[in-house]
């Protein structure tokens, strides 16, 4: 019987460990990966598409995350180019499929990580939406920011300028923890 006592006492604390582990995984609106998961928004700057993407999808504004859209969304992009949001964003063939493929692998996807599993979810069975400023996941994280601080607000004037209020955004990170409005400063929720 003695010889039980260790073996059983390791199994439950490894068992408490994993229930830590399993609870800190559940709280994840405040937690922070550092953008380290697969899919993160920062997890696609190491993927070796990312310096053409930044590139070519970088110029006229930010590279946005490509796990905040699914690939369906990226690929109706992708065949679109010639009319994107009214300019020619048009790419020679080779280079499209590049960022095309580079896309698909960093999209959201399910059990990809935190944003991108939710924004997934959040478009899952849907139109694919051509903005990620459109999904039902960017907007539940933005509804509470008043319209005086981005349109009426001449530092930022859109969503769609990420890197005004994500001072990160260019790394990747987009934690709420590190926002700064222009004019307004920390964003304290
Ligand atoms: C010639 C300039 C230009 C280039 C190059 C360009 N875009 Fe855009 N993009 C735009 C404009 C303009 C908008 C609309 C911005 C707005 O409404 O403020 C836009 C919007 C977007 C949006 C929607 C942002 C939101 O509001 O959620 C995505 C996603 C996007 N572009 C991806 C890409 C990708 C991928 C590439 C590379 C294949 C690319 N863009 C290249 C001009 C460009
Ligand atoms: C006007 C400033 C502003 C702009 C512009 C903006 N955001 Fe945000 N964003 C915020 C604030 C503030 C929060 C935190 C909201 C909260 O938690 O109550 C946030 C939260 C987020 C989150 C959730 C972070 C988390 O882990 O919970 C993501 C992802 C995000 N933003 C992505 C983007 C992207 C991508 C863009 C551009 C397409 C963008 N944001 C543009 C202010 C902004």
Same mark, same amino acid.
């Given at each position: 019987? @003695?010889?039980?006592?260790?073996?059983?006492?390791?199994? =439950?604390?490894?068992?408490? &460990?994993?229930?830590?582990?399993?609870?800190?995984?559940?709280?994840?609106?405040?937690?922070?990966?550092?953008?380290?998961? @697969?899919?993160?928004?920062?997890?696609?700057?190491?993927?070796?598409?990312?310096?053409?993407?930044?590139?070519?999808?970088?110029?006229?504004?930010? /590279?946005?995350?490509?796990?905040?859209?699914?690939? /369906?969304?990226? +690929?109706?992009?992708?065949?679109? &180019?010639?009319?994107? =949001?009214?300019?020619? #964003?048009?790419?020679? #063939?080779?280079?499209?499929?590049?960022?095309?493929?580079? &896309?698909?692998?960093?999209?959201?996807?399910?059990? #990809?990580? @935190?944003?991108?599993?939710?924004?997934?979810?959040?478009?899952?069975?849907? +139109?694919?939406? &051509?903005?990620?400023?459109?999904?039902?996941?960017?907007?539940?994280?933005?509804?509470?920011?008043? /319209?005086?601080?981005?349109?009426?607000?001449?530092?930022?004037?859109? =969503?769609? !300028?990420?890197?005004?209020?994500? !001072?990160? #955004?260019?790394?990747?990170? =987009?934690?709420?923890?590190?926002?700064?409005?222009?004019?307004?400063?920390?964003?304290?929720?």
């Amino acid at each position: 019987m @003695k010889r039980l006592i260790l073996p059983l006492t390791l199994l =439950f604390g490894i068992a408490g &460990l994993l229930a830590v582990g399993l609870a800190l995984g559940d709280h994840d609106d405040d937690d922070d990966d550092g953008g380290r998961s @697969k899919s993160s928004p920062a997890a696609a700057l190491a993927d070796p598409g990312y310096a053409l993407y930044t590139n070519e999808c970088g110029g006229c504004h930010l /590279a946005y995350p490509p796990a905040l859209l699914p690939a /369906a969304s990226w +690929e109706a992009m992708m065949g679109g &180019l010639s009319d994107h =949001f009214g300019d020619n #964003a048009e790419l020679d #063939a080779d280079t499209a499929a590049t960022i095309r493929d580079f &896309l698909a692998r960093n999209a959201a996807a399910p059990g #990809a990580g @935190k944003h991108a599993e939710r924004t997934w979810r959040a478009t899952r069975g849907l +139109e694919p939406p &051509l903005r990620i400023t459109a999904t039902d996941y960017f907007r539940g994280k933005h509804h509470e920011i008043p /319209a005086k601080m981005i349109s009426d607000n001449p530092e930022v004037r859109s =969503f769609s !300028q990420c890197a005004a209020c994500h !001072q990160g #955004a260019e790394r990747g990170d =987009f934690d709420d923890d590190r926002v700064r409005i222009p004019g307004y400063g920390r964003w304290d929720d």
